[in-house]
């Protein structure tokens, strides 16, 4: 696990051959940085101190916003033009999607953004390479 400063992490037991959310996240980014493409996280993830924790919020930081961002035009499920793709990684056994998210992600999809739940990077790929066209 990778220490990143003002944030405790809770451990999750997995399985040896399961790969943590974070991982998961971290191979999809490294495939569409190979693609050329545009692309940032959202850091929502983890507990923060409450003084850290304010300074986001008062930032924007929104909890339930999707974790991925692809700032490249592509194709939205309905085959129109997008301009923007999002993405909410989720591990492959198990995770699920909280209230806040699914409130973000109707919000995002009313005003046209493309927004997809993919379970494991894999899955995540696929998303990309249909939205890009990618066979």
Same mark, same amino acid.
């Given at each position: ?33 190979? =693609? ?5 996280? @959202?850091?929502?993830? #983890? !507990?923060?101190?409450?003084? /850290?924790?304010?300074?986001? *919020? ?9 974790? =991925? ?5 592509? @194709?939205?499920?309905? #085959? !129109?033009?997008?301009?923007? /793709?999002?993405?909410?990684? *989720? ?20 005003? #046209? ?23």
């Amino acid at each position: 696990m990778t220490y990143v400063p003002g944030i405790r992490r809770k451990a999750v037991k997995r399985k040896s051959n399961e790969l943590s959310e974070h991982d998961e996240q971290v191979r999809v980014v490294v495939y569409l940085h190979k =693609l050329g493409k545009l692309v940032c996280s @959202v850091p929502n993830a #983890g !507990k923060r101190n409450p003084r /850290l924790g304010k300074w986001l *919020k008062d930032e924007g930081l929104s909890a339930g916003v999707p974790d =991925l961002i692809i700032w490249e035009t592509g @194709v939205h499920i309905d #085959g !129109k033009p997008a301009a923007v /793709l999002l993405i909410e990684m *989720k591990v492959r056994a198990g995770g699920s999607v909280s209230d806040l998210q699914t409130w973000w992600h109707e919000q995002l999809r009313k005003r #046209g953004f493309r927004v997809e739940v993919c379970k494991g990077h894999e899955a995540a790929i696929q998303v990309i390479n249909d939205y890009f066209g990618i066979a």
